[in-house]
């Protein structure tokens, strides 16, 4: 065993505490679409919609496209310019409108109407990457994957679990290293941690319930405990 993976922190402890953290907070948009409707379909148009916007703006979007198409063939129904207007404001809507209008299609000719349940498949689709694949297979069908956002990323590097530059390296380090019990939940897991604790500026590691488990790489010292006391005696100090 080399002296990185001694030093590397206790996964499974980290993950029980971010379970009970994930049951505390508001579920991230996608889990919150899988837990309302157990529906990949749904999840998979979900997770499309949600790159580049806010979850209240996702959450709001999507109740108004379920009300109007439940399954693929709806969306044949409606027009581009009806998409357009179901989806605003999600970000790059336009363009996500357009691949929500193929998608019917490249379902038929490609794999006779089903959703199909692997990454490997789900690339397929317009308008799907990577992370949404691996997300429609974690939280959509409940299969190991590995998902990898921003979230994921830094949080993953901040805790000096993995050492990497990329979310693409990232996921491969994780499919390395990281159990496969683990690869359902993770990405969850570290979304709602990282949307609510481990935020990408100042992140409250005062408050943090992982913090003896993490290194804090790259994380400056005014956002540890001992740091920030000090900042807050020293702001005390200059006041009087």
């Known amino acids: 065993m080399s002296r990185a993976d001694r030093d590397s922190p206790d996964i499974g402890k980290v993950h029980r505490i971010l379970k009970r953290q994930f049951e505390k907070h508001r579920m991230p948009v996608v889990d919150l679409i899988e837990t309302h409707t157990h529906d990949p379909f749904k999840v998979l148009l979900s997770t499309i919609l949600s790159a580049r916007t806010r979850d209240r703006t996702t959450t709001e979007v999507c109740q108004r ?3 109007r198409i439940s399954g693929p063939r ?7 310019e009806e998409l357009r207007e179901l989806i605003f404001p999600v ?3 336009r363009q996500k409108a357009l691949a929500l209008k193929k998608l019917p299609h490249v379902l038929d000719r490609r794999f006779g109407g089903r959703l199909p349940e692997t990454v490997e498949e789900l690339v397929e689709l317009p308008g799907v990457g990577r992370k949404t694949a691996n997300l429609v297979v974690a939280v959509g069908f409940r299969k190991p994957a590995v998902c990898v956002d921003v979230h994921v990323h830094r949080i993953c590097n901040r805790l000096g679990y993995v050492q990497t530059r990329t979310p693409y390296e990232t996921e ?12 359902i939940t993770i990405n969850s897991y570290l979304v709602s941690f990282g949307q609510h604790l481990c935020t990408p500026r100042n992140p409250r590691c005062d408050r943090c319930p992982i913090y003896s488990h993490c290194r804090r790489v ?3 010292t005014l956002h540890t ?11 005390k100090q200059r006041s009087k």
């Open 65 to 67: 496209l379920f009300s």
């Open 74 to 80: 709806d969306l044949v129904g409606l027009s581009l």
């Open 91 to 93: 970000g790059f809507y």
């Open 172 to 183: 491969t380090e994780l499919r390395k290293k990281l159990a496969r019990r683990y690869w």
């Open 218 to 220: 790259g994380v400056s």
């Open 225 to 235: 405990r001992t740091g920030g006391a000090s900042r807050k005696k020293g702001m």
